[in-house]
């Protein structure tokens, strides 16, 4: 019987961890959304590069302290041919746009109003935000969660 029990739990536990956070070393999933002009911008677009995708939205406050550290690698990680993808999970445009302004970005947005059940978000498996994704110039995620410290790391190893 306790042997029974543990191969239950081993394997009712283990089913959390398949739909657990996208894992380093799978291909990114194709994001294809409106920036703030109406204009569609895909992450295939940026293929070829090193991309920091970041999951956000103007009411998380978390996500609003990762915007002012994004914010201050930025310039160095573009001149080393790293883009910054910020996809806001924002239902409320206005707030999403008075964000960007308030937060200084100047990289890459693109707005997904939040439905979890979306398949942008059951594609990338995050349940929370922020959350970010290095993904390499193959198009293949590197990291989860990356300080800047292990995106410059990565970058500079290529």
């Not at 394997?11 to 294809?32: E, H, M, Y």
């Amino acid at each position: 019987m306790r042997i029974r029990n543990w191969v239950f739990c081993t394997l009712f536990l283990s089913s959390f961890q398949l739909n657990a956070q996208l894992p380093a070393g799978t291909k990114a999933p194709a994001i294809r959304l409106p920036n703030v002009a109406g204009k569609f911008i895909s992450l295939d677009s940026l293929k070829g590069q090193w991309v920091l995708v970041d999951f956000w939205a103007s009411w998380c406050a978390p996500c609003r302290l990762s915007n002012r550290t994004i914010r201050k690698y930025y310039e160095e990680w573009k001149t080393k041919g790293v883009e910054v993808l910020g996809v806001s999970l924002d239902e409320n445009r206005a707030n999403w746009i008075k964000a960007i302004k308030q937060d200084k970005i100047s990289w890459l947005q693109v707005n997904s109003p939040p439905k979890w059940d979306d398949p942008l978000v059951l594609n990338w498996r995050f349940e929370r935000i922020p959350t970010s994704y290095l993904i390499d110039p193959a198009g293949i995620v590197q990291s989860v969660n990356p300080d800047p410290k292990s995106v410059s790391k990565f970058i500079s190893n290529q």
